[in-house]
Nanobody
């Protein structure tokens, strides 16, 4: 089972990015999916989560109103739309899938927001 993130990059403050996480080796349609991030020198933090059917989402207070998590189970993909980006959003962003057997992590994608 693998998760592969993409879509990170360098963006100016106020800009937008859309991250994607594609799963292989296992269909995601019954699993909760999450996005985490880790900034240099800081703990990894939960950014957003979405239930298996996509109907319920949750966000960290720091990103509420700016980030949107969504999923397309037919494409085995989860997205994180990030708008109104701030320099403090700079971090490596990781996709996460907690299954019964294991918790699967992607390799991460770097997001850098310049002021």
């Amino acid at each position: 089972v693998q998760l592969a993130e993409s879509g990170g990059g360098l963006v100016q403050s106020g800009g937008s990015l859309r991250l994607s996480c594609v799963a292989s080796g296992l269909t995601i349609n019954i699993w909760l999916m999450r996005w985490y991030r880790q900034a240099p020198g800081k703990e990894r933090e939960l950014v957003a989560s979405v239930t298996s059917d996509g109907t319920t989402t949750n966000y960290a207070d720091s990103v509420k109103g700016r980030f949107t998590i969504s999923r397309d189970n037919a494409k085995n993909t989860v997205y994180l739309q990030m708008d109104s980006l701030k320099p403090e959003d700079t971090a490596v962003y990781y996709c996460n899938m907690p299954t019964i057997a294991e918790t699967v992590w992607g390799q991460g994608t770097q997001v850098t927001v310049s002021s």
